[in-house]
Antibody, heavy 119, light 107 residues
Framework: QVQLQESGPGLVKPSETLSLTCTVSAGFISTHYWSWIRQSPGKGLEWIGYIHQRGSTTYNPSLKSRVTISVDTSKNQFSLKLRSVTAADTAVYYC?????????????WGQGTRVTVSS | DIQMTQSPSSQSAFVGDRVTITCRASQTISRYLNWYQQKPGKAPELLIHAAYTLESGVPSRFSGSGSGTDFTLTISSLQPEDFATYYCQQTYSTPFTFGPGTKVDIK
């Protein structure tokens, strides 16, 4: 069973960059797609994007201009960078594994990390 | 983007009740529909993928049906541990989108 753990600052200032890292249990980083999903009271669950273990990415167009997802297979980690944040980016951020099968279901989730954007 | 709607937004039910939650997509998504359960303070958990394929370890009282634009999640006999919020998600096309959720609470 895949285990995921988010890490990163819980408070980010407006206009700065939100940076989160997800550590994946050993042996799995090369077998799935790796996703970031966020949840806020106002917007519900929002899919941010995912990365294939070979490095190809797909992003939500609504965030694409500000988002970068990357993977470091040597460290069993993948990361999220969201630039120029505003209060609207305040949310619980989840890292997750997405099945590489046809239906792309999110089969494992991290526990989530709350990020607040505030000065 | 494909818009997902769910009804009802909340439902009160007794233990033992049959509960049905509906999810509708703004365009046809074939069977590219997944269901998740989320309890307060926890991450969502996958219950069903591909509209009706039950995940390993999920009780058989959960079932899914539908294809195209209309889908249903049914809990045949509600148990205390089933009180939670349920979300559908389409993975037919990116950006993958979630429904707003249906909260099932105790009557």
């Amino acid at each position: 069973q895949v285990q995921l753990q988010e890490s990163g600052p819980g408070l980010v200032k407006p206009s700065e960059t939100l940076s989160l890292t997800c550590t994946v249990s050993a042996g799995f980083i090369s077998t799935h797609y790796w996703s970031w999903i966020r949840q806020s009271p106002g917007k519900g669950l929002e899919w941010i994007g995912y990365i294939h273990q070979r490095g190809s990415t797909t992003y939500n167009p609504s965030l694409k201009s500000r988002v970068t997802i990357s993977v470091d297979t040597s460290k069993n980690q993948f990361s999220l960078k969201l630039r120029s944040v505003t209060a609207a980016d305040t949310a619980v951020y989840y890292c997750a594994s997405t099945s590489g099968g046809a239906y792309a279901q999110v089969d494992y989730w991290g526990q989530g990390t709350r990020v607040t954007v505030s000065s | 983007d494909i818009q997902m709607t769910q009804s009802p937004s909340s439902q009160s039910a007794f233990v033992g009740d049959r509960v049905t939650i509906t999810c509708r997509a703004s365009q046809t998504i074939s069977r590219y529909l997944n269901w998740y359960q989320q309890k307060p303070g926890k991450a969502p958990e996958l219950l069903i993928h591909a509209a009706y394929t039950l995940e390993s370890g999920v009780p058989s009282r959960f079932s899914g049906s539908g294809s195209g634009t209309d889908f249903t999640l049914t809990i045949s006999s509600l148990q205390p541990e089933d009180f939670a919020t349920y979300y559908c998600q389409q993975t037919y096309s990116t950006p993958f989108t979630f429904g707003p959720g249906t909260k099932v609470d105790i009557k």
